[in-house]
């Protein structure tokens, strides 16, 4: 589990759609994008659990706050 969702006070299930949600995220803008940057993946991560930390609990939701930190 990546260590940018180990903290907190979420669920553990939530934690793991979380995850999902990353990884979804993450490859979705990586095929979009041709490659992600390291500092691109933090600001997914850091946008989706803005959303989260809000009270987003719908994936798709959670994804596409993930994905408009990214400049097309």
Known sequence: MPER???GTFEPEFVALLVDV???ACAEADKR??????A??????KAIMKAAQSGTQDPDALKQAGLSVLVE
């Open 22 to 24: 990353y990884g979804g």
């Open 33 to 38: 994008n041709g490659g992600l940057s390291d």
């Open 5 to 7: 969702f180990s903290r």
């Open 40 to 45: 691109e993946r933090d600001k997914i991560a």
